[in-house]
């Protein structure tokens, strides 16, 4: 059994109206997402592992929805809502919901959380993220390949060390195969602004960028510009491939479904321990879907050799020798970044031409 609250607005008015306490037999679970729930994206896949929770578990569990919520005092008052209406779990689907999320969680021991993207926890507050970072390899691989111009550019979200990371590998995935890559960045500073991130998209293509990659946009604005104007196109979180049947290259693709699963059965058996999940290719939480016909065969061999050496863990995406936009060493030959350094990675590799704000 679910309920839907389209937006903020209607959640704050909807008070008893349908979200009120779960029965006592059923675990109930709030979700929040920053965007509107489609038929793809990151609002989209994290929908879909919430009706995996739903059909692992039956009525066991009540889930309630609300869609579209703006990072601030709205998220923060839906959050305290669900709280106090009876959920026992929520999840936070937004970076920027994690301040208020812990607050929330310190003040109410028996809810437990999950927080997409994040990096604080307590005993009863999670996080989750999958590395992108190693699909985003696979998908620079594949620009490199296709490239005309030596040219790629990106219609990014958000300045955040998550999205920074997924630059630089997208950059030396593609430099891989290609070493006369160049990397433009376009940040649009929302995770959904469909008509800028177009404007975006129109502009990076103006400056010569023959493929467009859409970085955490939740819809597939940037995919249809790119089939329009005839340029290749990479996206994340979900296979997009019917925006763009001739143009796509390649989507990376996110699957949250099992670790869901696994923390609302924690939850249940009462083991729940707040903590950090990594997904990555090893475990089937990312991978690539739709990779062009248009790359060759040896291509694909090529690509595909990566896929299973990051799968078996004898590569990773960020090895040395790197060198950062100013030419400083950042990872020497022989070593790969540590996972720490990588969850605040705050600087671009040589190649991107863009600068990260300040």
Excluded: C
Excluded at 276 to 305: H, R
Excluded at 322 to 332: H, K
């Amino acid at each position: 059994m679910k309920h839907i609250v389209k937006t903020a607005v209607a959640a704050l008015v909807a008070g008893a109206v349908g979200i009120g306490a779960a029965s006592a037999d059923k675990l109930k679970i709030g979700f929040i997402y920053p965007s509107p729930v489609g038929d793809v994206g990151w609002a989209y896949q994290l929908d879909e592992g919430r009706k995996g929770i739903e059909e692992a578990f039956g009525d066991k569990v009540e889930t309630v929805v609300v869609e579209n919520v703006p990072e601030g005092p709205d998220a923060a008052r839906i959050m305290n809502q669900m709280a106090s209406t009876g959920a026992g779990m929520i999840m936070i689907g937004s970076f920027g919901y994690m301040n208020d999320g812990l607050k929330l969680a310190k003040s109410n021991e028996d809810v437990k959380f999950i927080h997409a993207s994040g990096y604080k926890t307590a005993p009863n507050f999670g996080n989750f993220q999958t590395r992108n970072y190693e699909s985003a390899y696979i998908a620079g691989m594949a620009a490199g390949f296709v490239t005309e111009s030596d040219t790629l550019g990106v219609v990014a979200a958000y300045p955040i060390p998550e999205v920074v990371g997924i630059i630089n590998t997208f950059t030396l995935g593609a430099q891989k195969v290609n070493p006369d890559i160049s990397v433009k960045v376009v940040w649009l500073n929302s995770w959904f602004n469909p008509s800028k991130a177009q404007e975006s998209a129109r502009s990076l293509i103006s400056q010569s960028a023959d493929v467009i990659f859409s970085l955490y946009q939740d819809t597939p604005s940037v995919v249809t510009v790119a089939e329009e104007e005839g340029v290749y196109v990479v996206n994340t979180s979900s296979d997009m491939k019917k925006y763009a049947p001739t143009k796509l290259l390649a989507s990376m693709t996110i699957d949250w479904t099992p670790h869901f699963v696994e923390r609302v059965q924690a939850v249940l058996d009462g083991t729940f321990e707040g903590g950090a999940y990594w997904g990555g290719m090893a475990d089937g939480a990312v991978g690539v879907a739709s990779l062009s016909d248009d790359l060759t065969g040896e291509q694909k061999a090529e690509i595909q050799s990566v896929v299973d050496a990051i799968s078996g863990g004898s590569f990773h995406p960020m090895s040395g020798p790197i060198v950062d936009q100013d030419g400083t060493e950042r990872i020497a030959d022989g070593d790969a970044i540590a996972d720490g350094d990588m969850l605040g990675i705050n600087w671009l590799v040589k190649g991107v031409e863009t600068r990260i704000p300040g």
